[in-house]
């Protein structure tokens, strides 16, 4: 792939579906789900909006796949960040790797919010399904609380909806709500209260 002088990439053979798919990556974090359009991912691409209607039916079908793309890398990241912790399923160590995903969710959408948004800018069951995507690393790491014994049991059910909307919804109000013109230091601050209060609150 690339660039002309214009800022459009050239395609030269290769893997078209893969190249629109990169395209259409960068116009989400530019500007959202909104941002993705076909024929301008084409046009930008290097080839005809023909060429891309063989890969993609519409407009919804490539972003469909951009929400996959943006599902994928905050599983990434979550996976990433876990990978830096002890491998401890006891006690507080355990409660750190809820800490940990919980904080990276939401430093991901600080860092690519266009790409944050378009993420759920498709519903997919999948999304939601135990052992799948980063739903499945946060139901993992409240199963390895149980296991430490500082999740009881009986509370586990539900625990994945409730932390989720906790740090989905302060990733939204410091995104476009009240707490966008948050100092840093005090968001994080705010943050790392939220996920306390939800590590030792379920």
Known sequence: ?????GGARRYHHGN?????IDTAVDQARSGGADAVVLRDAARRTGVS??????HFADRDDLLAEVSRQGMAELERRM???LADLPDDDTGEPASARLRAVGR?????????????STAFACARPEDGAPGQGAYGVLSTVLDDMVTAGVLPAERRP???VTCW???HGFAVL???????DLPEDDREAQLEGLLERLARGL
């Open 174 to 180: 410091c995104l476009q709500g009240p707490l966008r």
């Open 79 to 81: 996976r990433d960040r």
């Open 16 to 20: 078209l579906r893969a190249a629109l």
């Open 49 to 54: 909006h023909n060429a891309a209607y063989r």
């Open 158 to 160: 539900g625990a994945d």
């Open 1 to 5: 792939m690339l660039e002309d002088p």
């Open 104 to 116: 990276e969710y939401v430093h991901f959408a600080l860092a690519e919010p266009g790409l944050f």
């Open 165 to 167: 909307a906790g740090v």
